[in-house]
């Protein structure tokens, strides 16, 4: 519509002649919507919030007496708020067009104010302190002029006399060293690689040359086994004839082996086997034959040696009975000789025939082929018994009344007839 004004988005609206005021600014600010304007009552202008740039180079000396040329931006808009927006108006709605220019200026104040109380080495390691100092130097006097500063940057230092320059010189030259150092090492390490990458070549290409003769030989060879290939067939089947060949001597002698095997060897172990058998059960019967010859060698001289023995003690026996029966004789004559009986004279000689009757029986005993079981208690007992009937006959003689009277009875026994019978 004709009296109808929207602002723009970054734009506000000043209505004056109004009847309607706000925090005493004597006017309408209207910002984000549309509003009537009557004619010839009342007026509509217009403020831009947009944002503004302004450039600032200035020639200030630092607190060491150094002249130094600095250039810098600031960025700045007016403020969205009523009351910056009616100190803007005042200001600068007829001169919007002047506001970097009257906002660089009292920036560049500030500036030369703030790097005269800083040392050239502040400046340059200390842009941002510079920069906020002069923000907040110009914090009161923007807010009066309703301008809000969004960025101050220190753009460029330059300095006439040199000094920045000799500043830096050193660590110029030390840098320029460690450059050149720097520049150097490259330039070995990329000798080094061109002649690693030289080796590799040459490596790459000898193999290269290796592969290819490989190649070739290979080629050569399967042209020389092509050209040899009837040849080496002819020979290969002789070779497999030859194989063929050995393989069935080799069975043949197998053959042979196992013949030889069974025809002969095993026959041989077997009558080997036999043999050795056999002596050795001859040389067990011999073994066992000598055995019992000498178990029966020995068993004949232990026989002959305990005969031995009997027949010695046999005589011991008889000599000894003998030696006693003369002296029982001896002393029965001496007893019969003193009491003159004709009896026991009778009896002495009995007596006296009793050691040839005993002598008799041992020789007997001694010729005599007999088994004595009991030892030298079986000849005592045999020796008893032939005195015992010799002591026997010698009672029969005492118990006689007298000596005529023997012819009834029959012949009287001789000495060497009971000698004989006992034997």
């Known amino acids: 519509m004709l009296f109808w004004h929207v602002p723009a988005p970054n734009e506000a609206l000043l209505i004056s002649g109004s009847k ?23 007026k509509a202008r217009i403020l831009s919030l947009a944002l503004r740039e302004a450039e600032i180079t200035e020639d200030c000396v630092t607190q060491q007496g150094i002249r130094l040329n600095v250039r810098a931006v600031t960025v700045f808009k007016v403020g969205d708020d009523f009351a910056s927006i009616a100190n803007a108006a005042r200001r600068f709605l007829s001169e919007q067009n002047r506001m970097e220019e009257l906002v660089g200026r009292i920036f560049a104040g500030h500036l030369r104010s703030i790097i005269g109380g800083l040392t050239v080495e502040q400046i340059i390691r200390e842009r941002d302190r510079v920069a906020q100092e002069v923000k907040e130097g110009s914090h009161s006097e923007m807010e009066k002029l309703g301008i809000v500063v969004d960025a101050l ?10 000094y920045i320059t000799n500043l830096a010189a050193p660590h110029a030259a030390a840098v320029a060293s460690q450059a050149r150092i720097a520049q150097a090492k490259a330039d070995q390490e990329a000798t080094e690689r061109e002649q690693q990458a030289a080796a590799l070549r040459a490596e790459y290409e000898r193999d290269t040359a290796i592969k290819r003769a490989g190649f070739q030989a290979e080629i050569e060879q399967a042209n020389a086994r092509a050209a040899q290939a009837g040849p ?23 053959l042979a082996a196992q013949r030889l095997e069974a025809e002969v060897r095993r026959p041989a172990d077997a009558e080997a086997y036999r043999q050795r058998t ?45 030696a006693q029966a003369q002296a029982d004789a001896n002393n029965a004559r001496a007893d019969s000789l003193k009491g003159g009986n004709q009896e026991l004279i009778a009896a002495n000689r009995v007596i006296e025939s009793l050691p040839a009757l005993a002598d008799s029986a041992a020789r007997g005993i001694a010729g005599a082929n007999l088994t004595i079981l009991n030892g030298t208690e079986g000849v005592s007992q045999v020796v008893a018994g032939i ?26 026994r001789t000495t060497d007839d009971t000698a004989s019978e006992n034997g």
Do not use: C, W
Not at 20 to 34: E, K, N
Not at 154 to 161: F, G, K, L, P, V
Not at 282 to 311: C, I, M, P, S
Not at 387 to 400: C, F, R
């Open 278 to 322: 056999l002596a050795e059960a001859q040389r067990d019967q011999a073994k066992f034959q000598a055995e019992g010859e000498a178990y029966r060698r020995t068993t004949l001289a232990t026989a002959e040696g305990e005969a031995v023995k009997v027949q010695a003690d046999a005589s011991a026996y008889a000599e000894r009975t003998t």
């Open 153 to 162: 940057q220190i753009q460029e230092i330059e300095d006439t006399s040199g």
């Open 20 to 42: 309607r005021q706000a925090q005493d600014t004597q006017f309408r600010i209207v910002t984000g919507h549309g509003s009537f304007v009557m004619p010839v009552k009342q």
């Open 387 to 412: 005195v015992g009937q010799g002591l026997a006959i010698l009672d029969t003689l005492k118990q006689s009344p007298n000596t005529r009277d023997r012819g009834q009875h029959g012949p009287v």
């Open 232 to 254: 080496l067939a002819e020979a290969r089947a002789s070779q497999e004839v030859i194989e063929e060949q050995t393989t069935l001597a080799g069975r043949q002698a197998d």
